[in-house]
């Protein structure tokens, strides 16, 4: 089949390469070792299956989604069988615990395999990414009852996991959850109803291990109330007998892309309550589902880079074999000949690998939160990439959304025609900047609880980073070095009034370009935590911006990185094409950070010119 998913092993690699040195995760035990005499084969069989397999599914999916008979939830044509061979070939277990029977892969290895399977076939990619994210949370909360039952069924792959939080009445804010759990003996029984949950019926396994919040009786109103229970679709006896369990998925939504991947309304205890068991400590359950949520919202930034590339793989394509307009000869051109083509096709490509070195650094952090031998070196792993998550999961699927629309636009009308991939993509990108918390409750979690409540700690050791990043970019002026005065963190701040002028080398803008956000940034944020108490709205004014601000920001970073890493060790056509990227970013796009800026600095003028009676 034409068009196939090919994963760009160059950038991915020169990706990886950056994440563990930036992360401090390269100097881990075994860590370069594994990078080095691992990755390689893995990244190149993932690539291929995801190109032979998964690939030439992805559109089946999307003209004939999963649909819901009597007996359950049927997939694709194609995905039972897809699934077998995935679990088969080791890529469920690949990040799985070794404990566990999985083999223990590094974060960050796995991320680049992610972002693969999320390019190929984004429905697919999701159900064993919660398999993943649902190890995790059993591995940290579960007892070890229950871990002795679960996982190593879901290591393997053999059985699959749920997500079931959302409710009708509750969506953004889980406080109004209903699903209630009652005490039976050792276990509980739940009453309830989801609605929105992936994958929450299907035939790619016998069993389904949901994950359910649900609400105890005398249990505090609100967040506080809310408890994390796991409900098999099958409930596992002595003997290895499964006996049905009370949930049962009703309906299927009918959606505008992901249509593979069956979103499913939930009943839950229509007779006699389905029997459950309490993950964590009660009236904690949103912080054990945090566990897994924290590893979807990466999980998230990760697909939605996947889908990203894709884009550009196709609109690349298509540019090369599209011949519109002639040339001073006569002769008709290929669309990629015009320079307002190109344009687009670098804002993809640029965005794409800027999203790819962040998601990859913020997978190369938490190797180390979880495997530096030092605690406090684990401990400041795993604040940076705290800080991180909502950046990777919200700024990776705002940026797949534009390239993808991008991808549209080079198609033309060829674009807009339901069965081209290019419309497939666009519209199964759309869901990232939706689930897993809106990107609004991405900024909202970045700039209170991420920025403002540490003071800007974790964040001011990350801008000194970026700046020494961009002190280092390869042959840019490097007399321009700022004058300092202090602010958050006590860091330096660049006082970028005094910078000498660009001259003619392409990256002496992205370096100007990063200091000076960097210093505006600080500033801003300084300000930030300065007013915040006084005015109860601000956050709420300003963390959308405050997101894409930092998202723009160090995508621009991770760009100069590579310039840096690719002019030394890349091939000199991926060198190229790296500063030509880096460079386009300082023109065109890094710019976009100076009209967030604008709100950051004049916080509650959204709300207070525009009411909700204007509107
Ligand atoms: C295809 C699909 C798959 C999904 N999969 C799952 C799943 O597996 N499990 C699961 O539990 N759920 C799942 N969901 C649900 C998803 O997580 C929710 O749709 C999402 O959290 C948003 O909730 P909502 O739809 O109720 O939107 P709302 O909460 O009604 O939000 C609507 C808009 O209002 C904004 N908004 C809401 N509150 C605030 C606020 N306080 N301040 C500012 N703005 C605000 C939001 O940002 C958004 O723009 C899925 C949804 C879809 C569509």
Redesign the pocket.
């Known amino acids: 089949m034409a068009n196939r998913y090919q994963a760009p092993l160059a950038l991915v690699r020169l990706a990886l390469n950056q994440a563990a040195e930036t992360s401090g995760a390269r100097t881990l035990a075994g860590y370069d070792e594994t990078l080095s005499d691992l990755a390689e084969p893995i990244l190149e069989n993932a690539s291929r299956f995801a190109g032979d397999v998964l690939s030439p599914l992805n559109p089946v999916g999307d003209q004939t989604p999963s649909h819901c008979e009597s007996n359950g939830v049927v997939t694709p044509p194609g995905f039972v069988e897809a699934y077998r061979r995935f679990r088969e070939d080791g890529w469920v277990s690949l990040a799985a615990p070794e404990e566990y029977g999985g083999q223990g892969l590094s974060t960050l290895i796995s991320a680049a395999v992610t972002e693969m399977w999320g390019g190929a076939n984004l429905s697919f990619a999701m159900c064993p990414e ?1 398999t993943v994210g649902a190890l995790g949370a059993l591995k940290v909360h579960g007892t070890a009852q229950l871990i002795d039952t679960y996982a190593s069924y879901l290591a393997s792959g053999e059985w699959a996991t ?5 409710e009708p009445q ?4 889980l406080s109004t959850l209903r699903t209630r759990a009652e005490p039976d003996g050792d276990s509980w029984r739940l009453f309830g109803r ?7 019926d299907h035939d790619l396994t016998e069993n389904i291990v949901h994950f359910v919040l649900a609400r105890t009786p005398d249990a505090p109103a609100g967040l506080k109330g809310i408890s994390l229970f796991l409900v098999p679709k099958k409930v596992p006896a002595a003997g290895g007998v499964l006996t049905k369990n009370d949930i049962d998925a009703v309906s299927l ?1 009918h ?1 505008m892309g ?1 249509r593979a ?1 069956p ?1 499913c309304v939930m009943v839950i205890g229509e007779r006699d309550g389905a029997r459950g068991w309490l993950i964590g400590r009660l009236h904690d359950g949103l912080g054990c589902m945090f566990t897994m949520m924290n590893h979807m919202r990466l999980g998230v930034g990760l697909h939605s880079l996947g889908l990203a590339e894709r884009s550009l793989q196709l609109a690349r394509d298509h540019a090369r074999e599209r011949l519109q307009g002639r040339d001073a000869a006569g002769a008709q051109r290929p669309i990629i000949e015009h320079a307002d083509v190109r344009r687009m096709l670098l804002t993809m490509k640029s965005l794409t690998q800027a999203a790819r070195g962040l998601a990859y650094t913020a997978a190369a952090t938490l190797d180390v939160a979880h495997s530096a031998p030092v605690e406090t070196q684990r401990a400041a792993a795993m604040r940076r990439a705290d800080l991180l998550t909502p950046i990777v999961k919200a700024w990776c699927s705002d940026v797949a959304v534009e390239v993808a629309s991008l991808g549209v636009q080079i198609h033309g009308g060829m674009g807009f025609v339901d069965d081209a991939e290019i419309s497939q993509v666009y519209r199964d990108a759309r ?1 990232g900047p ?8 991405q900024a ?1 979690d970045l700039l209170g609880r991420k920025v403002i409540r540490d003071k800007a700690a974790v964040l001011g050791e990350l801008l000194v980073e970026i700046e020494k990043a961009a002190q280092k970019l390869p042959g840019a002026a490097n007399t321009d070095a700022p004058n300092t005065s202090t602010s958050i963190a006590g860091a330096a701040v660049a006082d970028t009034h005094t910078q000498s002028p660009a001259t003619a080398n392409p990256l002496t803008p992205l370096r100007s370009a990063l200091l000076d956000s960097c210093a505006r940034l600080r500033a801003a944020t300084t300000e930030l935590i300065a007013n915040s108490p006084q005015q109860p709205d601000l956050i ?1 004014a300003t963390a959308y911006h405050f997101l894409q601000w930092l998202g723009l920001l160090t995508g621009g970073w991770q760009l100069a990185l590579a310039t840096s890493r690719a002019a030394a060790e890349s091939d000199p056509g991926t060198a190229r094409a790296t500063a030509d990227m880096a460079a386009f970013y300082a023109a065109h796009i890094l710019p976009r950070a100076l009209a967030h800026e604008v709100t950051v600095r004049n916080g509650t003028a959204p709300i207070t010119t525009a009411s909700a009676a204007d509107l």
């Open positions: 919660l749920a997500m079931c939080l959302t509750a969506g953004s804010d989801k609605i929105y949950i992936s994958w929450g939504e959606k992901i991947s979103t869901i939706i689930f897993e918390g809106t990107n609004y409750i909202q709420g």
